[in-house]
């Protein structure tokens, strides 16, 4: 048996067991890779970075747990810059499975601001983030077109209370905030389509700034509502949180994934080759 008759019939249990071992030492030994920031991620950042203390934001977290890895990123990344920021944040969960997902990762990045930090030579001192004067979270209610609308109308209409049960007017931050004329932009942070509703239903019926984080396989669908002007940026996949955290010098998840995604798919190509290579040598060797 040559060495081209070894590729064809080489146990694909060896396969798995290389591309475990690359994934898990590309996690456990950190190295930088090079990432390069896209147009359409970098103006997501430059508007946060842009605003003034107390301006408000809307994220929007409409993400189930099967895409929880490549969102949460995302999620984590721009959550933390704008609290560093002294941004005012407004939460909400359109997918039913999004509530419990959110509050943690709320939590976490509470946790994280506490701790004082230097991101791109600026150091932000450690500060509690309290409910109700730093954000709100409003929760999850059905019918995700129709609580848009009324929203945009007044953010009491489907969500008299939050999402503890407290009436939104005894937060100090919902003093004054009726809907969506009150905030700075939207971040729509989705692995669903509910996210059509958003450009369809709050953009173009109320005209607020509007930014996508998308999974990968969506992200090629919404760059023409990018070129159209109806969405200020899009962060696409773990790569689009990637590069978020790049610019914000606060390398986290997405940084560490796109470590072990390069070259696991570096190996999965290999053994492509090899494969594409092996079959084409033996059936050559076949004719002769």
């Not at 203390?53 to 933390?80: G, K, Q, R, W």
């Not at 998308?214 to 760059?223: C, E, H, N, R």
């Not at 998840?253 to 033996?282: E, K, P, T, W």
């Amino acid at each position: 048996m040559n060495i081209f008759d070894r590729m064809m019939s080489l146990d694909r249990r060896w396969v798995f067991l290389l591309l475990a071992l690359v994934c898990v030492i590309t996690y456990a030994i950190p190295f930088p890779i090079k990432i390069n920031v896209t147009n359409e991620v970098s103006s997501v950042f430059n508007f946060i970075d842009t605003l003034k203390e107390n301006d408000i934001i809307f994220v929007a977290i409409d993400y189930d747990p099967n895409s929880l890895a490549e969102m949460h990123p995302m999620t984590y990344s721009i959550v933390e810059h704008a609290f560093r920021k002294k941004l005012k944040i407004i939460f909400t969960s359109l997918s039913q499975n999004g509530p419990g997902m959110a509050d943690l990762a709320i939590r976490d990045i509470g946790d994280s601001i506490r701790v004082t930090k230097t991101y791109n030579g600026i150091t932000y001192q450690g500060r509690e983030v309290v409910n109700g004067i730093d954000y709100v979270f409003l929760g999850y209610k059905p019918y995700p077109a129709l609580v848009i609308v009324g929203m945009g109308q007044n953010f009491r209409l489907p969500f008299p209370t939050d999402y503890y049960g407290t009436p939104l007017d005894d937060h100090p931050l919902m003093q004054g905030v009726q809907n969506f004329d009150q905030v700075k932009c939207v971040i729509d942070i989705s692995g669903t389509s509910g996210v059509d509703m958003w450009i369809t239903y709050g953009q173009g019926r109320y005209n607020f700034p509007l930014a996508l984080g998308l999974t990968g396989v969506m992200a090629a669908d919404y760059y023409p509502y990018l070129n159209s002007g109806q969405v200020f940026g899009i962060l696409g996949g773990l790569l689009g949180a990637a590069q978020y955290e790049k610019m914000a010098d606060n390398p986290g998840r997405a940084i560490d994934g796109m470590r072990v995604q390069l070259y696991a798919h570096m190996v999965i190509i290999l053994f492509i080759i090899l494969g594409n290579v092996g079959f084409l040598m033996s059936r050559q060797k076949k004719r002769l």
